[in-house]
């Protein structure tokens, strides 16, 4: 009943979340109830939050009360006062009167104050937890997670609903208790003092959930068209603002800016209509809350005059009615807010529910020392289940060898890399590492035993010195500089305004992609693993730099077992084991030489390049 | 906070008939307290029921009438907010597209997005309500200590001198809570920078094994984020409470005051009744007020941000003199935004390079020094040199994506920098280092180049860059639908596409910054065969001695020096570092290898 009451008040605009995701499953019936049952867990998941604080929410609660309480009785008070002592004489009683109501207003004070500080208390600590747990299992996550999502998509949960939980949590959660408390504290009060005049103001409720309705079922709509041209919108800002540099050098500003225009026109009309609207809202409920208070006054008025009411029950109706209206506004606003807050769980829960990276086998192990053999045996993987991205794949490295992979892009060059790293696990097939199968072995333990150089380089936002520092996050100065030298990125540091104290921002902006190669071959010099993966590691990295580094990573694959996706004969040429990729199969394997004596694929290939550089 | 009024001064007759609206709406309730008093001491008191039916009758009315007038200031006000925010919006957006590129650099691309759209909606919503509430809020105190004065001097009084104290304490609040929630919002804005971070680098992190480090770095700055918020709130939320026991001892002091006059015959009933009613209406509306307080001093940082990007032309132009923002009024542009072909001779390639150096704003480390050299139309220069000695700066000055700190550069014999730069741009084709596709068709993105291409112009310049065989695979051909920023096609395929978008343009001077990485030399090969046919001045940056080999000037640079010039002949014998480079390369075309497919 409570929520029949409420729903008719709702401000459209903040419901609109729930509202989508309801939209959504609108061509199944069941599914809204399944929503509803998903609504329940995830409030159930907040409260098991919140509930790790339980003492001092019974404490907030408690204070709710009170406070509800007090409030209600102020009114009363002078209405009291009104009948009985301002017209009155006499010193005692007054005297006590005075100080009751002092009371009553000190406390009034005192608890909504408490409710508040601590609330916000409990709120933020909750929220600082969910932060964390889900900051957490995103990293526990398996990497195709991020790839099957839009990495704007997962900020908005880790931002955005967060946020909206934050909020809620801070004051709409007590405040729908205590509108409730209010509400119905109110509604009694003004049944026992006066019946007949509760009856009358109560005329205005049903003319408040008619013209809600009128006005909900125009705006729901319209606010859902603003909120899809200003998704449009969004999405048009983003793309133009990053690709800025092609904009301007193509010399197409004008043009975005039509376009921008053309969107901003739509959204300036479907958001005229939806906050005019919408806008009404307020204006209704002050409305008949004025006709109320005429009523009240007037009515009032001449039940007074024949006697049936006191002026005192009017002066506390006035007040009432006020504290009617205001509690069932309030809801109206918080109940959104509050939905709106669900709906941002459930998503956040999403993602916290998401499976984590397969758990460690129970008897998966920790490796001390790895000497980095490694062996392939009839492995095959799919992303999707369906095509198979590498199939029947065989192979053998062993400790200190340099293996070289070759093939065309989508070869499966980067997918092997990514199973050698666990990012994924084979479908069939197995790979062992020192002769123990991979798949029992902790992915960390693993990991801290590889050190890569991708294709993609990836700067945080901090000093050069910290980004190199990444590598080996206890290493000094001293170390840091030294790796910096063997990768050859020394130089070009020295020359960069303020050396290795230089702040990056996030991807690197302000050096080159070649820069920022030779810093993560120095951050992987520095983490001194047991095996390493150069993914083209070279491929943005001239000549000229690429000679300065070529003794600084030779260094570096001493002793390592190393997997080069290279582009150069030389790289190439120089490994212990090629294996030629094509379409997710292993063609061949062997050294140079032996693929050359073998004849076939990889020497039809060299020759053939030969012959036709020759012509050119 | 001043960019709201510069903004909403074309809406003003809107703005000031919402507040008119908001002010009947007002009256009617102040009159309120006033009317009840009546009705108490000449109707009630009086035992008058013809008194009781015209206040009575007077309070219903004016009940209509404030609806109406409520209901009118929801569309003025709604007029004037959503005009403004589309003036801002697009000002806005104007502006950025005319600042250099440098002055563009300075912002972060997530700031200003959020600034477009996050700060731009925040200021609509604040005049929006503004105009409704927030305005109406110290009005509502005003208007009853006011009313309270006129129905009983020494009563409302007791209300009238609390005024001041409220309203001191009230701004020291203000002043207090906007610091602590600007805090707030840069621990906030840390916080989801570092998830970002996060995001982005997820790989690395993994295969660093840094999830501990990374969490307990997360874990500090969502803690400090905690502590300023929970500082932040503690403070808002005493407001409302304080206030409220306040004005509650006003109310006492009426009380008590309000019997004394009673007896002696000074005060009626109904007026003590009514100044207690107006004591009680100021508590509501300033209940309102920590709620405002929060929108207003959100509503200011966000103006802050705004006016911030405005100012920056400013700032930018004692650097770059600004020429873009010059273009932006000037320029000869037709409805569709394409130059008046009558209007501009076409360019023919020519380039030159005089003793050009070239340092980035704000550092004093010269990037380039002294380059000069001269291009003819239709020649390829290619440009060799280490990393971060200047070749992408170099390319990047010719469309002036920057500006030159020394030295001219000269288009067709004219200096760039007095040129249309719509005119100068409309002649490049540019090929970035880091590929940039636009949501869209495959198709769309290559006539993004062109707007007017048609679907064989389109395919010609799909098939020089290489890319046509690939996209006629693709299930839906040109129609293939490219994700943001192209995720579903390889490094390769995007910078083939790229190329092709700048080949549509059939442009007199191409720029290719090393934008050839991904491709295979077997594909290169036939890409640099097809751009000698399309006879276009093409600066080529790139690694690879074999696509230097067949240029007719390479440009060999280290640390920003021009320190060789020539064609390869000339620099095998003249250049002991070209010598080296190419010493050092397998001339076997290994890249071969990596095509067959």
Same mark, same amino acid.
């Given at each position: 009943?409570?929520?029949?009451?409420?729903?008719?008040?709702?401000?459209?605009?903040?419901?609109?979340?729930?509202?989508?995701?309801?939209?959504?499953?609108?061509?199944?019936?069941?599914?809204?109830?399944?929503?509803? &049952?998903?609504?329940?867990?995830?409030?159930?998941?907040?409260?098991?939050?919140?509930?790790?604080?339980?003492?001092?929410?019974?404490?907030?609660?408690?204070?709710?009360?009170?406070?509800?309480?007090?409030?209600?009785?102020?009114?009363?008070?002078?209405?009291?006062?009104?009948?009985?002592?301002?017209?009155?004489?006499?010193?005692?009683?007054?005297?006590?009167?005075?100080?009751?109501?002092?009371?009553?207003?000190?406390?009034?004070?005192?608890?909504?104050?408490?409710?508040?500080?601590?609330?916000?208390?409990?709120?933020?600590?909750?929220?600082?937890?969910?932060?964390?747990?889900?900051?957490?299992?995103?990293?526990?996550?398996?990497?195709?997670?991020?790839?099957?999502?839009?990495?704007?998509?997962?900020?908005?949960?880790?931002?955005?609903?967060?946020?909206?939980?934050?909020?809620?949590?801070?004051?709409?959660?007590?405040?729908?208790?205590?509108? +409730?408390?209010?509400?119905?504290?109110? +509604?009694?009060?003004?049944?026992?003092?006066?019946?007949?005049?509760?009856?009358?103001?109560?005329?205005?409720?049903?003319?408040?959930?008619?013209?809600?309705?009128?006005?909900?079922?125009?705006?729901?709509?319209?606010?859902?068209?603003?909120?899809?041209?200003?998704?449009?919108?969004?999405?048009?800002?983003?793309?133009?603002?990053?690709?800025? &540099?092609?904009?301007?050098?193509?010399?197409?500003?004008?043009?975005?800016?039509?376009?921008?225009?053309?969107?901003?026109?739509?959204?300036?009309?479907?958001?005229?209509?939806?906050?005019?609207?919408?806008?009404?809202?307020?204006?209704?409920?002050?409305?008949?809350?004025?006709?109320?208070?005429?009523?009240?006054?007037?009515?009032?008025?001449?039940?007074?005059? &024949?006697?049936?009411?006191?002026?005192?029950?009017?002066?506390?109706? +006035?007040?009432?009615?006020?504290?009617?209206?205001?509690?069932?506004?309030?809801?109206?606003?918080?109940?959104?807010?509050?939905?709106?807050?669900?709906?941002?769980?459930?998503?956040?829960?999403?993602?916290?529910?998401?499976?984590?990276?397969?758990?460690?086998?129970?008897?998966?192990?920790?490796?001390?020392?790895?000497?980095?053999?490694?062996?392939?045996?009839?492995?095959?993987?799919?992303?999707?289940?369906?095509?198979?991205?590498?199939?029947?794949?065989?192979?053998?490295?062993?400790?200190?060898?340099?293996?070289?992979?070759?093939?065309?892009?989508?070869?499966?060059?980067?997918?092997?890399?990514?199973?050698?790293?666990?990012?994924?696990?084979?479908?069939?097939?197995?790979?062992?590492?020192?002769?123990?199968?991979?798949?029992?072995?902790?992915?960390?333990?693993?990991?801290?035993?590889?050190?890569?150089?991708?294709?993609?380089?990836?700067?945080?936002?901090?000093?050069?010195?910290?980004?190199?520092?990444?590598?080996?996050?206890?290493?000094?100065?001293?170390?840091?500089?030294?790796?910096?030298?063997?990768?050859?990125?020394?130089?070009?540091?020295?020359?960069?305004?303020?050396?290795?104290?230089?702040?990056?921002?996030?991807?690197?902006?302000?050096?080159?992609?070649?820069?920022?190669?030779?810093?993560?071959?120095?951050?992987?010099?520095?983490?001194?693993?047991?095996?390493?993966?150069?993914?083209?590691?070279?491929?943005?990295?001239?000549?000229?730099?690429?000679?300065?580094?070529?003794?600084?990573?030779?260094?570096?694959?001493?002793?390592?077992?190393?997997?080069?996706?290279?582009?150069?004969?030389?790289?190439?040429?120089?490994?212990?084991?090629?294996?030629?990729?094509?379409?997710?199969?292993?063609?061949?394997?062997?050294?140079?030489?032996?693929?050359?004596?073998?004849?076939?694929?990889?020497?039809?290939?060299?020759?053939?390049?030969?012959?036709?550089?020759?012509?050119? | 906070?001043?960019?709201?009024?510069?903004?909403?001064?074309?809406?003003?007759?809107?703005?000031?008939?919402?507040?008119?609206?908001?002010?009947?709406?007002?009256?009617?309730?102040?009159?309120?307290?006033?009317?009840?008093?009546?009705?108490?001491?000449?109707?009630?008191?009086?035992?008058?029921?013809?008194?009781?039916?015209?206040?009575?009758?007077?309070?219903?009315?004016?009940?209509?009438?404030? @609806?109406?007038?409520?209901?009118?200031?929801? @569309?003025?006000?709604?007029?004037?907010?959503?005009?403004?925010?589309? =003036?801002?919006?697009?000002?806005?957006?104007?502006?950025?597209?005319?600042?250099?590129?440098?002055?563009?650099?300075?912002?972060?691309?997530?700031?200003?997005?959020?600034?477009?759209?996050?700060?731009?909606?925040?200021? !609509?919503?604040?005049?929006?309500?503004?105009?409704?509430?927030?305005?109406?809020?110290?009005?509502?105190?005003?208007?009853?200590?006011?009313?309270?004065?006129?129905?009983?001097?020494?009563?409302?009084?007791?209300?009238?001198?609390?005024?001041?104290?409220?309203?001191? @304490?009230?701004?020291?609040?203000?002043?207090?809570?906007?610091?602590?929630?600007?805090?707030?919002?840069?621990? /906030?804005?840390?916080?989801?920078?570092?998830? !970002?971070?996060?995001?982005?680098?997820?790989?690395?992190?993994?295969?660093?094994?840094?999830?501990?480090?990374?969490?307990?770095?997360?874990?500090?700055?969502?803690?400090?984020?905690?502590?300023?918020?929970?500082?932040?709130?503690?403070?808002?939320?005493?407001?409302?409470?304080?206030?409220?026991?306040?004005?509650?001892?006003?109310?006492?002091?009426?009380?008590?005051?309000?019997?004394?006059?009673?007896?002696?015959?000074?005060?009626?009933?109904?007026?003590?009744?009514?100044?207690?009613?107006?004591?009680?209406?100021?508590?509501?509306?300033?209940?309102?007020?920590?709620?405002?307080?929060?929108?207003?001093?959100?509503?200011?940082?966000?103006?802050?941000?705004?006016?911030?990007?405005?100012?920056?032309?400013?700032?930018?132009?004692?650097?770059?003199?600004?020429?873009?923002?010059?273009?932006?009024?000037?320029?000869?542009?037709?409805?569709?935004?394409?130059?008046?072909?009558?209007?501009?001779?076409?360019?023919?390639?020519?380039?030159?390079?005089?003793?050009?150096?070239?340092?980035?704003?704000?550092?004093?480390?010269?990037?380039?020094?002294?380059?000069?050299?001269?291009?003819?139309?239709?020649?390829?220069?290619?440009? /060799?040199?280490?990393?971060?000695?200047?070749?992408?700066?170099?390319?990047?000055?010719?469309?002036?994506?920057?500006? !030159?700190?020394?030295?001219?550069?000269?288009? =067709?014999?004219?200096?760039?920098?007095?040129?249309?730069?719509?005119?100068?741009?409309?002649?490049?084709?540019?090929?970035?280092?880091?590929?940039?596709?636009?949501?869209?068709?495959?198709?769309?993105?290559?006539?993004?180049?062109?707007?007017?291409?048609?679907?064989?112009?389109?395919?010609?310049?799909?098939?020089?860059?290489?890319?046509?065989?690939?996209?006629?695979?693709?299930?839906?051909?040109?129609?293939? /639908?490219?994700?943001?920023?192209?995720?579903?096609?390889?490094?390769?395929?995007?910078?083939?596409?790229?190329?092709?978008?700048?080949?549509?343009?059939?442009?007199?001077?191409?720029?290719?910054?090393?934008?050839?990485?991904?491709?295979?030399?077997?594909?290169?090969?036939?890409?640099?065969?097809?751009?000698?046919?399309?006879? *276009?001045?093409?600066?080529?940056?790139?690694?690879?001695?074999?696509?230097?080999?067949?240029?007719?000037?390479?440009?060999?640079?280290?640390?920003?020096?021009?320190?060789?010039?020539?064609?390869?002949?000339?620099?095998?014998?003249?250049?002991?570092?070209?010598?080296?480079? *190419?010493?050092?390369?397998?001339?076997?075309?290994?890249?071969?290898?990596?095509?067959?497919?």
């Amino acid at each position: 009943m409570f929520k029949a009451l409420i729903e008719p008040f709702r401000h459209p605009k903040l419901g609109l979340g729930l509202g989508e995701a309801r939209g959504l499953g609108a061509a199944n019936s069941r599914k809204p109830k399944a929503k509803a &049952r998903d609504s329940r867990a995830a409030l159930k998941r907040i409260w098991s939050y919140l509930a790790k604080r339980k003492a001092k929410l019974t404490l907030v609660l408690l204070m709710v009360m009170f406070s509800s309480g007090l409030s209600l009785l102020g009114p009363y008070l002078i209405s009291r006062a009104v009948d009985h002592y301002l017209e009155g004489s006499g010193g005692r009683p007054w005297l006590l009167f005075l100080i009751t109501l002092a009371l009553v207003y000190l406390l009034n004070a005192l608890t909504s104050w408490l409710q508040n500080i601590w609330m916000i208390e409990i709120a933020q600590e909750t929220v600082l937890r969910m932060r964390a747990d889900l900051f957490t299992h995103l990293h526990r996550l398996p990497i195709s997670f991020f790839n099957r999502r839009q990495q704007g998509e997962i900020m908005s949960r880790l931002t955005n609903d967060i946020e909206n939980i934050s909020s809620t949590l801070n004051s709409s959660a007590i405040q729908i208790f205590s509108s +409730v408390l209010t509400l119905v504290g109110t +509604v009694g009060v003004m049944l026992w003092l006066s019946p007949l005049l509760t009856l009358l103001t109560f005329i205005v409720v049903p003319l408040m959930t008619l013209g809600m309705r009128w006005i909900t079922r125009r705006t729901g709509p319209l606010f859902k068209e603003r909120q899809k041209n200003m998704g449009e919108l969004n999405g048009f800002i983003e793309e133009t603002l990053s690709g800025q &540099r092609i904009i301007k050098a193509f010399s197409q500003e004008e043009r975005v800016i039509a376009g921008f225009r053309e969107r901003n026109n739509r959204i300036m009309l479907s958001g005229y209509w939806a906050q005019s609207i919408s806008g009404f809202i307020p204006k209704l409920m002050n409305g008949l809350n004025n006709l109320s208070f005429a009523i009240v006054a007037g009515v009032g008025g001449l039940l007074a005059i &024949r006697g049936i009411v006191t002026v005192g029950v009017i002066i506390a109706f +006035v007040e009432y009615t006020r504290q009617f209206t205001r509690p069932l506004n309030d809801l109206a606003n918080q109940w959104n807010t509050l939905l709106s807050a669900i709906a941002g769980a459930e998503r956040v829960f999403e993602v916290l529910d998401e499976p984590t990276e397969a758990k460690d086998e129970g008897a998966a192990v920790s490796l001390e020392r790895v000497n980095g053999a490694v062996t392939f045996t009839d492995v095959s993987f799919s992303y999707d289940g369906e095509n198979e991205t590498l199939h029947g794949i065989s192979f053998e490295a062993k400790p200190g060898e340099m293996i070289a992979l070759v093939g065309p892009t989508g070869a499966g060059k980067t997918t092997l890399i990514g199973l050698l790293s666990r990012f994924y696990d084979p479908d069939k097939g197995r790979i062992t590492l020192d002769g123990k199968d991979l798949t029992k072995v902790k992915r960390e333990s693993l990991r801290s035993h590889m050190a890569f150089v991708l294709q993609d380089t990836f700067l945080f936002r901090g000093t050069i010195r910290d980004n190199i520092r990444y590598g080996k996050l206890d290493a000094s100065d001293e170390e840091v500089e030294a790796a910096a030298r063997l990768a050859g990125a020394h130089p070009f540091i020295m020359r960069l305004h303020g050396g290795y104290e230089r702040m990056l921002s996030v991807g690197g902006g302000g050096i080159s992609q070649g820069q920022k190669q030779l810093l993560a071959i120095a951050r992987a010099i520095l983490a001194d693993p047991s095996m390493l993966v150069l993914d083209e590691a070279t491929s943005s990295i001239d000549t000229v730099t690429e000679i300065k580094i070529q003794e600084g990573l030779r260094t570096l694959m001493k002793g390592r077992t190393s997997f080069v996706i290279a582009h150069r004969l030389g790289t190439v040429r120089a490994a212990d084991r090629i294996l030629v990729l094509r379409g997710g199969r292993l063609e061949q394997q062997g050294t140079h030489d032996e693929l050359l004596r073998q004849g076939g694929l990889y020497s039809d290939l060299v020759r053939g390049a030969a012959k036709e550089q020759g012509e050119a | 906070m001043n960019i709201i009024f510069v903004y909403l001064k074309k809406y003003r007759v809107a703005a000031i008939a919402a507040l008119l609206m908001m002010l009947i709406e007002l009256s009617v309730e102040l009159a309120q307290p006033y009317l009840i008093s009546k009705i108490i001491d000449s109707g009630i008191q009086q035992r008058d029921t013809g008194v009781v039916w015209l206040w009575g009758g007077v309070l219903a009315g004016s009940a209509v009438i404030a @609806f109406g007038a409520g209901v009118l200031s929801s @569309f003025f006000a709604a007029h004037a907010s959503q005009g403004f925010a589309f =003036d801002l919006r697009e000002k806005l957006y104007k502006r950025v597209q005319s600042f250099t590129y440098a002055v563009f650099s300075r912002f972060e691309t997530s700031s200003l997005i959020t600034r477009l759209t996050q700060d731009v909606t925040q200021l !609509q919503d604040t005049i929006f309500m503004g105009l409704r509430f927030m305005t109406r809020v110290p009005l509502v105190v005003l208007g009853s200590v006011l009313m309270a004065l006129i129905v009983h001097v020494r009563l409302g009084l007791m209300l009238a001198v609390t005024l001041p104290l409220l309203i001191v @304490f009230l701004l020291w609040m203000l002043k207090r809570s906007s610091a602590l929630f600007r805090s707030v919002q840069q621990r /906030l804005d840390d916080v989801n920078g570092s998830i !970002q971070e996060n995001l982005t680098g997820i790989r690395l992190i993994r295969i660093f094994v840094r999830m501990g480090h990374e969490i307990s770095r997360f874990a500090a700055r969502s803690g400090e984020l905690m502590q300023a918020t929970v500082a932040a709130l503690r403070l808002t939320e005493t407001t409302a409470p304080l206030i409220m026991l306040i004005v509650n001892i006003v109310i006492l002091a009426v009380l008590w005051y309000g019997r004394i006059e009673i007896s002696t015959g000074d005060a009626t009933l109904g007026q003590t009744v009514a100044v207690i009613n107006y004591s009680l209406r100021t508590i509501g509306a300033m209940s309102a007020l920590s709620g405002i307080m929060a929108t207003f001093s959100r509503a200011r940082a966000s103006a802050g941000r705004v006016e911030e990007v405005m100012a920056a032309d400013a700032a930018g132009s004692e650097w770059t003199g600004s020429p873009e923002h010059a273009h932006a009024k000037t320029a000869p542009v037709d409805p569709n935004g394409r130059m008046r072909a009558e209007k501009v001779k076409p360019i023919r390639g020519k380039v030159e390079f005089r003793k050009v150096g070239f340092s980035y704003p704000g550092s004093g480390l010269a990037v380039l020094e002294d380059v000069s050299f001269t291009v003819h139309p239709g020649q390829r220069v290619a440009i /060799l040199g280490a990393t971060g000695s200047g070749k992408s700066s170099l390319v990047g000055l010719i469309p002036r994506l920057y500006e !030159q700190s020394a030295g001219e550069i000269l288009v =067709d014999d004219i200096p760039v920098a007095g040129m249309d730069i719509a005119r100068l741009r409309g002649a490049i084709g540019y090929v970035p280092q880091e590929v940039l596709l636009f949501s869209g068709t495959v198709r769309d993105n290559i006539a993004w180049g062109d707007e007017h291409a048609t679907q064989a112009q389109i395919e010609r310049a799909a098939a020089a860059a290489q890319i046509h065989d690939t996209v006629a695979e693709l299930p839906l051909g040109y129609d293939t /639908l490219l994700g943001q920023r192209g995720v579903n096609l390889s490094g390769g395929q995007k910078q083939r596409l790229s190329i092709a978008r700048a080949l549509v343009r059939r442009p007199p001077i191409l720029i290719l910054d090393d934008s050839t990485s991904a491709l295979d030399a077997v594909t290169e090969g036939r890409l640099l065969d097809e751009l000698q046919q399309l006879s *276009c001045t093409t600066f080529l940056i790139t690694q690879k001695i074999s696509s230097s080999v067949s240029a007719d000037l390479i440009l060999l640079l280290d640390e920003g020096r021009l320190i060789a010039s020539g064609t390869h002949p000339e620099l095998m014998a003249s250049s002991p570092l070209y010598r080296a480079i *190419c010493e050092s390369q397998d001339r076997e075309a290994w890249d071969h290898v990596q095509s067959i497919n």
